[in-house]
């Protein structure tokens, strides 16, 4: 359907967000932590889809459907009212959610939603995703928002404001895997110990070079700064990783945001389907899916 018109139902994906670096460089005095983050996103993804009606609603189902909370408060509705609030007469609609990705899992699950349901709205009201009122409300739902309204691999700085231009990444074959456990992200922060005006004089992170190899090095020569707090709220991480780094074939395991998603890059998808049927054997409980990173 295209925009302004119509009441055809407008779905889109709503993929996994994996923050292949992510360096922590201080907190600010009001307690907010300023990052550096290299972003992908990955062909797993959440289902979104927009019935055009008079009043907002949402219906969440799917396999994961069961630990993402009430629908009252989902991020999709969230950051709806928010646009809503911005934008007087905005059209409005039905929302039903197919969650396939697990909840408080480093991933941007919710983040993700919350960007498509906005690119729904923006969609059946015929504006650009570049809209003010449209990035306005990412912003104000939630910091990992506006680097999903456009699901590109790109670096993200401050407290998740500072979006760069889309990052010229080859595809990436990774194999994602969580463990089953929910580590919530104030938590994790809140373990890593920085105190308000606390500044970690390190070198800023480099820029994403262009070619497999090159980024591979520039991967291994960077971190997750989330990740030790993390390992010890939920050892389970570090299981995780060290199955993966033990597959063959696998270049470089890290845990995505704070976790308790993990991932590994591997040469090609053919690598990462392997590793995929290792893990489910080894760990038939866990969530493992195979996927492109770009």
Known sequence: MKGGGGSAVLRTRAPAKVNLTLHVR????????????????????????????????????????????????????????????????????????????????????????????????????????????????????????????????????????????????????????NPGVAVPTADVFRALGLPPGAIRNREAHAEAPRGVDALHRMLAAARNDLEPPAIALAPAVAEALDLL????????????????TVFGLFDDCRGAARAAAVVRAARPSWWVRPTLLR
């Open 26 to 177: 201080g907190r600010r005095a009001d307690g907010y932590h300023l990052l550096e983050s290299l972003v992908a996103f990955a062909g797993a993804a959440d289902l979104l889809e927009l019935r055009p009606a008079d009043a907002l609603a949402l219906e969440v189902e799917g396999p994961t459907s069961a630990a993402s909370g009430p629908p009252e408060a989902n991020l999709v509705l969230r950051a709806a009212r928010a646009l809503a609030e911005r934008r007087p007469g905005l059209r409005l609609g039905a929302f039903r959610l197919v969650k396939r990705l697990p909840a408080a899992a480093g991933i941007g699950g919710g983040s993700s939603d919350a960007a498509s349901a906005l690119r729904l709205l923006a969609r059946l009201n015929g504006w650009p995703v570049t809209d003010p009122a449209i990035v306005g409300a990412a912003r104000a739902t939630g910091a990992d928002i506006p680097v999903c309204l456009d699901p590109r691999a790109r670096m993200m700085r401050g407290i998740g404001e500072e979006i760069g231009p889309p990052a010229a990444l080859p595809p990436l074959s990774c194999l994602l895997v």
């Open 245 to 260: 780094r033990a597959l063959d074939g696998c270049r470089l395991a890290r845990m995505s945001g704070s976790g308790a």
